[in-house]
């Protein structure tokens, strides 16, 4: 292992779609474990609560950080307690203390459904940004400025008015309003990061005003850049143009997660390998149209909260129970040294 730990390892395992039988050929191994922190670097408070290299394939979190999420129901630390014997790669016998039945509770609903629910909003998002074209130019300014004459307003690029030969002037307690000359002005609306038209002489003839959506303009700048900074990272979310409509790898995991939380309400226990492997893989390869998957999602929401709702699970976690694991686990490594 390259990634230095800085203390003992008390679980390590092979996490995400190995994990739940879901991987393929093209699959990243990534590893996820607890740690002890050192003892003296404990006691000094100057130690990491997580670690994990550069490309985030292997992460730990030191104990303390581990019992705090898994108290709160974390959906991701969970797993830890659930890991197929196929996956562990080390497992201390201290970490048999954290035992799963005494970690799921009824809290379970909200770290799940709300995880689920983020994950269904980032779907339309992500939607959003599959669809957009590829090699789309981005837009002039002058795309979101209308000319106002004679009470009518007609945007910019159907008004008739060419750039070359006419320029601008600034409106008194006008915000995004300007005069439009006809007018000796080479450099009109030119764009720089301070002011949105530089040359705001008067010309001789007033063909109108100009209105400028500043908002929308920088609402779509932003988005933009969102797209194109996502599209060079793609490859994390596992998605190329000409797969389909949606990021297959994503959804499959929002339902995978769905899943699971129901049958921690009927159930009482974590089933990380899934027994719906083809329907979920099926999900990743676009076999459904996006419109019926989402709503099939939301609808497993519902039925999740209603599962939730009559099951007989605690309402929290025991915190006592968690203090007194965590500190007989630091006192079985630390009175060693």
Known sequence: MD?????????????????????????????????????HLFYASNFPVEVSDASNDQSYFELGKFAHLLSKNNPTVLEFLAFPERCIREKHSLFALFKEEEFLTKQCQN?????????????????????????????????????????????????????????????LNQKDIYALWRGDASDFLELNSDHYFLNKKEGEELLGYLVFDKQAYAKYTREYKSFFKWKEDRVKFGYSRGEGEYDGKFLMHTFRLLLTAKDIATKGEIILERP???YLLDIRNHKFEFGGLIKEAEDLVEEVRHLFGKSDLPEEVDSQKVAAIVNEIREEFYSKK
């Not at 050929?25 to 922190?37: E, I, L, N, P, Q």
């Not at 459904?113 to 994950?119: E, P, S």
Request: hydrophobic share 40%.
């Open 111 to 171: 770290s799940y459904v709300g995880y689920a629910l983020g994950q269904i909003r980032k779907a339309y998002n992500l939607k959003k940004r599959i669809s957009y074209p590829d090699d789309e130019q981005k837009k002039s300014f002058l795309n979101f400025c209308a000319v106002m004459k004679d009470g009518a307003l007609t945007p910019f690029s159907d008004s008739g008015i060419t750039v070359a030969g006419i320029s601008v002037s600034e409106l």
């Open 276 to 278: 719906e492997k083809e």
């Open 3 to 39: 990634l230095q730990i800085p203390g003992n390892i008390i679980l390590s395992a092979l996490a995400g779609s190995h994990a739940y039988g879901l991987n393929i050929a093209t699959s990243d191994k990534d590893f996820r474990g607890v740690f002890v922190a050192d003892k």
